[in-house]
Nanobody, 124 residues
């Protein structure tokens, strides 16, 4: 069983920054690609960013490119999401997840373990 635990999100003003972390249990963390998703009220869960098992390949949803950075520390079993230039439309519950696949994964169905989610609120 894998447990993913996100850090507490928070309230930030538009234009501000926030870093989320996701700690994973188990000894196989470094073998799997990871991703971040988010879900705003009344909307479907959407892909935010993904990272390969080694951290050498990262990819983002178009609206996050240049503002968000995903990274990982396999020695600490942790994946991070650095969010800069935040906008009110970034307000959502953010989830980290483990991918079933070795390659690029942008669909929620391609992820098998999920964290509980953490609220990020961006005020205007």
């Amino acid at each position: 069983q894998v447990h993913l635990v996100e850090s507490v999100g928070g309230l930030v003003q538009a234009g501000g920054s926030l870093r989320l972390s996701c700690a994973a249990s188990g000894r196989t963390f470094s073998s799997y690609a990871m991703g971040w998703f988010r879900q705003a009220p009344g909307k479907e869960r959407e892909f935010v960013a993904g990272i390969s098992w080694s951290g050498g390949y990262t990819y983002y949803a178009d609206s996050m490119k240049g503002r968000f950075t995903i990274s990982r520390d396999n020695s600490a079993n942790t994946v991070y999401l650095q969010m800069n230039s935040l906008k009110p439309e970034d307000t959502a519950v953010y989830y980290c997840a483990r991918s079933r696949l070795a390659g690029r994964s942008t669909s929620a169905s391609e992820y098998d373990y999920w964290g509980q989610g953490t609220q990020v609120t961006v005020s205007s």
